[in-house]
């Protein structure tokens, strides 16, 4: 059982608040993942680390910053909350075990987030 | 129970030549299809959708994939492989269930050889 969590799961927040998004796993994956996913559709890579002080940019664009100081942590930050900035936000975690080619991602069980 | 399957772990190819990732679901009612590359230490980079019309999807990169109602499938396909294209490979289906979820296949590995 994969034990990554995400704080808030639910979040409605005023146009113009800074917001923080949680992530945390325990299994010490150096890989960690955000995505953005409207209802039930695709989901889009926004950013992405390798490990502790690396941070990548996704193929979504997104005005949102990520920053991974622990291992465990990887909140993603909103500076100035937006009404297209509604949607779902899954964090994933990975680590490829030794003799294995295929990663599996550990999916959180998201935020979502309504700006009015 | 609703699935996806991708029954190959690994796809070669030859550089120039066609390429097919097969994927078959179970799902009762209409499927939302979509399939997703994975790049070397990359997260999951969507690459198209079905969700209803046309049953050719035209998605990124050139990759194409054809919903087969009658077969269950939907394979991944491109007419002309390029070695940048070996990657990891994952079909998924909308949970009906928790809508806002997405099952995913196991992945398929495509090697395309120089």
């Known amino acids: 059982e994969a034990d990554i969590y995400q704080t808030p799961r639910y979040l409605v927040i005023g146009t113009g608040k800074k917001i923080t998004l949680e992530c945390s796993q325990t299994m010490g994956h150096d890989k960690m993942y955000w995505y953005q996913q409207d209802p039930g559709m695709e989901l889009h890579l926004i950013h992405y680390s390798y490990g502790v002080n690396s941070t990548e940019k996704g193929d979504l664009s997104s005005e949102s910053t990520v920053s991974r100081i622990r291992t465990e942590h990887f909140p993603l930050t909103l500076e100035s909350a937006r009404p297209s900035h509604t949607s779902q936000y899954l964090c994933a975690s990975s680590d490829l075990p030794p003799g294995q080619f295929q990663e599996t991602q550990y999916f959180g069980p998201g935020t979502r987030l309504l700006v009015l | 129970a609703q699935s996806v399957a991708q029954p190959e772990d690994q796809v070669n190819v030859a550089e120039g030549n066609p390429l097919t990732v097969k994927c078959t679901y179970s799902v009762s009612g209409n499927p939302y299809l979509f399939w997703y590359v994975q790049y070397p230490n990359r997260g999951l980079q969507f690459l198209l959708k079905y969700i209803t019309g046309d049953n050719l999807v ?57």
């Open chain 2, 58 to 114: 035209k998605g990124s990169y050139g990759f194409e994939a054809e919903f087969n109602k009658s077969q269950t499938s939907f394979h991944l396909k491109k007419p002309s492989a390029l070695v940048s294209d070996s990657a990891l490979y994952f079909c998924a289906v909308r949970d009906r269930r928790d809508t806002d979820k997405l099952i995913f296949g196991t992945g398929t590995r495509l090697q395309v050889f120089p």
